[in-house]
């Protein structure tokens, strides 16, 4: 599995405390079937995001991954005037592996009248905005509409895999379904924060998929999309959400009944 959001690089922002902290949740993520974790310190008015301090704790923090878990760069890009411009300047800056996907975090006080204008520029820079965990956010939570707008546009949605287990509370994990439900759902990621509480485990998110919808969804959600973002392709979307295989019609499942022996 490919899990592009995951605050394991130590004292970077409020996801891992230190290096114990951080190996750790490599481990964690390792063992519990994730082959390739995404590094996304947070650029916001509290945690200023610098290309060369993340590229260095990298570095360090391959050297005592377990074997075959692979790191890559990425950011928790808020979205705010500052980061905008900048992004605007310099796209590679905050894109997951300086290709063309960037994760967006929209504020859970105000969503600007103008956000669908702002992701217009940011995608005429050459990026594609992933919005992540809309479901844990409660002003977009009443605005399932505009999401769908916005998918329409060819942006994509990331939830959390916690919060289809309901480790956000009932609300973050109904509105995961609805999502789901309308396809509008792209990614599972683990948001993971620490090796305790906010775990970087995809697996029961796959797992809840695998029992609640269906393997191909997981497979998709999971896998599929996620390594189109490290590697920078573009996502085939066509056929998405897949379709549950076509059951036989009420007369055929009475009629074509086989005989009890
Ligand atoms: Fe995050």
């Known amino acids: 599995m490919v899990d592009i959001h995951c605050h394991f690089l130590p004292s970077m922002d409020d996801g891992a405390p230190d290096e114990t902290a951080s190996a750790e949740m490599l481990e964690i993520a390792a063992r519990c079937g994730t082959a390739d974790l995404v590094a996304t310190p947070h650029a916001d008015t509290q945690y200023r995001f610098d290309p060369e301090a993340v590229e260095a704790a990298l570095a ?11 790191l890559h760069r990425g950011c928790d ?25 960037l994760l967006v975090e929209l504020s859970d006080l105000v969503i600007f009248e103008n956000t669908g204008e702002v992701f217009d520029q940011l995608e005429s820079a050459g990026m594609t905005v992933i919005v992540t965990h809309p479901e844990r956010n409660p002003l977009l939570r009443q605005r399932i509409e505009l999401l769908a707008q916005w998918v ?50 995809l697996d029961h998110g796959r797992d809840w998929l695998n029992r ?19 590697d920078n392709r ?18 055929g499942r009475i009629f074509g009944r086989p005989r009890p022996d």
């Open 60 to 70: 360090a923090a391959r050297s005592r991954a377990p074997e075959g878990l692979k």
């Open 77 to 101: 890009f808020h979205l705010m005037h500052d980061n905008v411009r900048d992004a605007l300047a310099e796209p590679g800056k905050y894109t997951v592996n300086g290709g063309r996907y």
């Open 234 to 251: 573009p996502i085939d979307l066509s056929g998405f959400p897949p379709k549950p295989a076509a059951s036989k019609p009420w007369f």
């Open 152 to 201: 329409a546009c060819g942006r994509l949605m990331q939830l959390t895999a916690g919060s289809l287990l309901g480790l956000w509370g009932r609300k973050a994990h109904d509105f995961s379904r609805l999502m789901l439900d309308r396809g509008l759902a792209h990614f599972v990621a683990s948001d993971g924060h620490d090796p305790r509480a906010r775990q970087p485990r």
């Open 212 to 230: 609640h919808k269906s393997q191909e969804l997981a497979h998709l959600l999971t896998e599929a999309h996620p390594r189109a973002v490290i």
